[in-house]
Structures are given as C-alpha cells and as structure tokens.
C-alpha cells in the first residue's frame, strides 16, 4: 500500500514532461516568415516542404552559405545566403535544381526603393485596369518574372517600358503580382529579372507552373 503513495506525483510529473515534450514539437513546426533580402541583394528561396528535403539541401551545400527554414508565400522555404550578383544567384539555383532536384525562387530589392515604397495594406489589393476576360489558368512549364506592385497599378506602365511589352496580372502564393516575362528561356528571365531591379521594382523569379495567370494583358 505504502509504494503506491507517491503515483499522484509520479503521474504528474509524467504529464507535465509530455505536455512539454508536446510543447516543444509544436515550437519546432512554427516556421518564421523569411526576412526580405538587403538593397541590391540576390536571395535564393529553395522549395523544401520537407525535413527531408531541408536535411539534403543542407548536406549539398557549402558551410559558408548560411541556410535558413523560413515561410515565403505559404511555401516552406530554405533561404540561402545573399548574393551581390544575379550570375552567383542563377548558377546556384541550377547547382540546387541538378544535385538536389528542388526549385529555387529568386528574389530580389531594388537598391533604391525611393520610387517604389509600399503602400498601407488594404483589404484587397487594386488590380490594375483589365483588357481581356477573366479566364483564370495555370501557367505551364518555364519562368515568371513578377512586380509586386504595392496596390499602384500605375507602375504596370513603368514596367511596361523596362520589358519592352505587354505585362500580364498573374496570382502567386495566394497574392496579386504583375507579370513581367513568362519564358522557358532561363537567359531572358534573369536578364529580366536584372533589368527591374535595375529600375527600382520589387521583383522575384519563380516556377511558373505555380503561377496563376488572371489577365494576359494589363493596361493603366
């Protein structure tokens, strides 16, 4: 009878140590959201949902190329270091794709965000003015280069004048982008890419199989 005096205490302990072994899993799986790129950096996003993933990126990549699991657009990304040029950026977003078999997001921010400064967030963002019919589709295989354009829809011009063309209205992660350049051509995406942040916009290369195209021609 006596032996069993201290089970209270005993089972309390027990509870208390799996509530804080609960605890602590759960801690594990909130992932922050990533933190922007500096001015004129070049942030590689690798896509890896999983431990898995994460545990063979990390092991195919130098030390010296700080990794971080973070939240991009509701993706679970692996942010790679920081890049001052765009070639550094693109030869190890194909290194990661050939090795490890994982798209990579990049992004970037204008060295000068004079011209383009956020907005107060609404509750819906104004899409610019549109000239064709709503036919929402997925993008197929290749690159979107996209502008965050901070509810302004007057940038659509601007961005017009940089890529020499039609910009389109696209959704990603959930959020409205415009669409600067959807191409299988990896060169021209990049040299895209490199042109905007050139001109002061906020923009980001992604996986366009994972882009929605709402518009494919926009106009202010």
């Not at 790129?37 to 890896?48: K, R, W």
């Not at 545990?55 to 699991?69: D, N």
């Not at 609404?122 to 690159?143: D, F, H, I, M, R």
């Not at 004048?161 to 299988?184: E, H, I």
Request: glycine fraction near 8%; charge should be positive; proline fraction near 7%.
């Amino acid at each position: 009878m006596h032996r069993f005096q201290n089970l209270p205490s005993v089972l309390g302990l027990a509870i208390v140590g799996l509530i804080g072994g609960m605890s602590s899993v759960l801690a594990q799986k909130t992932i922050p959201s990533c933190q922007p790129p500096n001015a004129g950096e070049y942030l590689l996003l690798v896509v890896s949902p999983t431990a898995n993933n994460q545990k063979q990126l990390r092991s195919a990549l130098p030390p010296e190329l700080k990794t971080i699991t973070c939240k991009y657009l509701n993706e679970t990304v692996t942010r790679v270091g920081g890049f001052n040029k765009i070639d550094d950026a693109n030869r190890w977003a194909r290194y990661v794709s050939n090795i490890v078999g994982l798209s990579a997001i990049i992004t970037t921010r204008p060295t000068t965000t004079a011209d383009v400064q956020p907005q107060p967030q609404q509750s819906q963002p104004k899409p610019p003015q549109q000239t064709v019919s709503y036919n929402p589709q997925a993008l197929g295989e290749g690159y979107a280069v996209l502008v965050d354009y901070y509810n302004r829809p007057e940038l659509v011009n601007n961005v017009q004048q940089v890529v020499g063309g039609n910009v389109g209205f696209v959704s990603y992660g959930q959020r409205p982008y415009l669409l600067a350049v959807y191409t299988t051509n990896q060169t021209e995406a990049y040299n895209t890419l490199q042109k905007l942040n050139n001109g002061g916009f906020v923009a980001s290369l992604v996986d366009s199989r994972k882009v929605i195209l709402l518009r494919s021609t926009v106009r202010f």
